[in-house]
């Protein structure tokens, strides 16, 4: 396959100088984020500045809106596999992992916070909160089980499963596996909707039930089962909508 002429190998073997303009746009760029980090900044620049350090070349304000024109948003961008990353054009291999990086440092860091500061499942804005950042823009549905201590803190926060964009599999047995393995005494299943419908379906109900059953005979608790969505404060509790009245 030919590669683009803004392949990433291009800009950086390719013996040429910033343009004063655009040299001047990053140095602006750069100034704004140490006065206030990313709070001013549109989703286009924050790509942008992130592609400062795959291409350090060029201009990447189009690489910036291509990403967003084709994934919708920096969450969709971020969220986006790496092989869909790869299609669009003038973003290779090194870029695409560059741009996941950022995402999955974010997760790895609200996840060894969730379990220094000790996450409480009472504190349920701060719970979905932690949820959403790290999977309500997923394209794909995953499910995850926190495991809880006897004071309902979280032990561990796993993922057990993960499949195409409507659908994922979910195993009984492997959770009450990890439900011993960690001595949980509760758990709390979470998966998310990548089409943003936090409605749960048949099949959510039935797992739902059977994991019930199955954590009972061990006289290990379901607490809920939530379903996120991909806007502000929008998720689905089975317990709330008295979907999972009992342990």
Known sequence: MTKSYFSETNFFNENKSVKPDASGHRQRIFKRFDESNFDSFSDHEVLEMILFYSFSRCDTKPFAKALIAEFGSLEG????????????????????????????????????????????????????????????????????VLFLDAKNKIIKD???????????????????????EYHAVAIIM????????????????SITEQIKNAAKTLNIALFDHLIIGKKEDCYFSFRENSLLSDF
Do not use: C, W
């Open 77 to 144: 961008v971020l969220t986006a596999p790496v092989s869909k990353l790869r299609k669009v054009n003038g973003i290779g291999g090194s870029t695409a992992r560059l741009i996941k990086a950022f995402y999955q440092l974010s997760i790895l860091i609200n996840k060894r916070n969730a379990l220094t500061s000790v996450i409480s499942i009472s504190n349920k804005s701060d719970l979905i909160k932690y949820l959403k950042s790290s999977m309500a823009y997923l394209p794909i549905e995953q499910v995850r």
């Open 158 to 180: 796993e993922v057990m499963g993960e499949g195409t964009e409507t659908q994922s599999a979910v195993f009984p047995r492997k959770i009450m596996q990890k439900s011993l």
């Open 190 to 205: 979470v998966h998310n909707h990548p089409s943003g419908d936090i409605r749960p379906s048949n099949a959510d109900i």
